[in-house]
């Protein structure tokens, strides 16, 4: 125990040293994250008009006023985030990777069991575990809040009463704050059945209570970093797909959908479940045949003209312009797409608008599946991102019906992988580069992407009630 408590406190001091001899000067990294955004953001077109630019301008007035004395990193964090949240854009963040939180409570194990015993069976208050046999606490911290402390794990060296994470009350559900990710994003957390489920990153299962065949499975699919994907056939008529990220996971979903393949297009209909999943890559790719009934099209997106914009556009645009198209992807990218590459990479150094479409690629059809005859999509809450993009998708199959609650809103602004450096090395600003190709329509960001059939059942039973649902469709 002793060796663990020094390996913690050499982790700390390297973490506070990596960072403590440079100096935050706030005023400066405020006035680079505005500069950045007014030139760069593509949605501060469409979110600083003339209606609202007084008050935008007061708002970085006093913001400026309040960096001059915020040159702590944790003080100006704050006023940076208060910035970027302005803009009510869950694309658009600003990252601190400082030191980690390192708060650790004392605790008294058996109290906290006892305690915890005496809880509702609903509560958030128990203990926990993941797949890795990793066991929390989650204790009370005021009204509507509460720590999640360590009490044992073979997978890290913090000492017992660390807390991993926090939750607040907001809503039906909570926001997580991860001792290991500060960031101006509000992470959405919520207890579903015996299972907490932090948006995709992680799983944890209550204690002390019998998890349902449906819940062992789903614990299991967390083992050996598989990150909760599963396909199963639930009876004669149906398969089930659950994808609970799309976050460097293309792989492991193609292997998955090849290796079930024959079973898919044998059974009448397929339940492909992306409740959680906050998004990623374009992970979805594999599963365009089955719900296909006509070519899939991906419309252009809206690219935000500016000098740094441009040349970050123009590598992604190159391969198409230079490269001659293998032959296995021509019908992806036929000479009329490639034409717009061509005429996208010659014009945008030069273009003198504003927003500048960049071609999207489409998926032609090869052929409509007799099975599976239905396709239905499952989303919640948690839907972000690359899983919103492909709900935008799925509208244009008569075979799909979407199911679920109305995702989260964080597609209207896109193509921030490449983060902005600012003055302080700690911190990473993540701008948004081009808009989605309903933004100016039909924006989603304050709505979600609204499912077909709206279920109001636990979540836990939606997957039964779809199963009842669909023929009948």
Known sequence: MKKNKLIFTLLILLSTLTYGQEKCECADNLEKTIQKVEENYAGFPDKVTAKNKSEYEQIKKALRNKAITSNNPNQCFKVLKDYVNFFYDKHFRIEYNAKMDSSVIKIDIPQIKQKIKNSKQNSIEGIWKDINATEIAIIKDGKESYKAVKLSSDKDVFPKGFVYFTLAKKGNNYVAKLYNRNISLEIPAKKTGNFLKIWSFQLWAKTGIKLSQNELDEFESWRGNNNGLVFKKLNNDFTYLKIPTF???????????????????????????????????????????????????????????????????????????????????????????????????????????????????????????????????????????????????????????????????????????????????????????????????????????????????????????????????
């Not at 998004?279 to 006509?294: E, F, R």
């Not at 293998?326 to 030069?350: G, Q, R």
């Not at 709505?447 to 009948?472: A, C, H, R």
């Open 247 to 473: 976050y460097n996971n293309e792989s492991s979903i193609q292997s998955l959908v090849t290796q079930n393949d024959s079973i898919i297009r044998k059974t009448k209909y397929l339940v492909i479940d992306l409740t959680s999943n906050g998004g990623g890559s374009s992970g979805w790719v594999s599963l365009i045949p089955y719900l296909a009934t006509n070519q899939i099209n991906q419309q252009e997106s809206l690219l935000r003209v500016s000098k740094e914009n441009v040349a970050r556009k123009l590598p992604d645009i190159e391969p198409f312009v230079t490269n001659p198209i293998p032959a296995e992807y021509k019908k992806y990218f036929p000479e009329e797409t490639v034409e717009k590459y061509k005429k996208a990479y010659k014009e945008l150094p030069a273009t003198s608008k504003t927003f500048y479409p960049t071609p999207g690629v489409n998926f032609p059809l090869d052929s409509i599946l007799s099975c599976p005859a239905k396709v239905a999509v499952v989303f919640d809450d948690f839907g972000g991102s690359s899983t919103e993009y492909f709900f935008h998708l799925t509208k244009q199959s008569t075979k799909v019906l979407t199911y679920g609650q109305p995702t989260i809103g964080m597609m209207d602004y896109v193509g921030m992988s490449n983060p902005t450096k600012l003055p302080y090395s700690a911190f990473n600003l993540y701008i948004p580069i081009e808009k989605s190709s309903w933004t100016a329509s039909k924006p989603i960001d304050k709505t979600g992407f609204i499912p077909q059939v709206l279920i109001k059942e636990k979540q836990e039973n939606w997957i039964d009630y779809i199963m009842s649902d669909l023929p009948k469709r």
